[in-house]
């Protein structure tokens, strides 16, 4: 699935963060200064980041034709 646009407790954006996010932490980043230095602050928007496993090649393979 894809990244939500917004938080879903505060509604920040938060899907504009995601590419840079994801790169830099595949880079060997940690997330929490990852996070920081992208000024994701509240809890609530970090979990998104944190909590968000992309299932989007799993779910293509079973797509009906």
Known sequence: MYIPVRCFTCGAPVADQ??????????GAKPAEVLD??????????????S????????????KL
């Open 37 to 50: 230095e992208l000024h994701v602050e509240r809890f609530c928007c970090r979990r998104m980041f944190l």
């Open 18 to 27: 995601w590419d840079e996010y994801e790169s830099r932490t595949k880079g």
């Open 52 to 63: 968000h496993v992309n299932v989007m090649d799993r779910i293509v393979k079973y797509t």
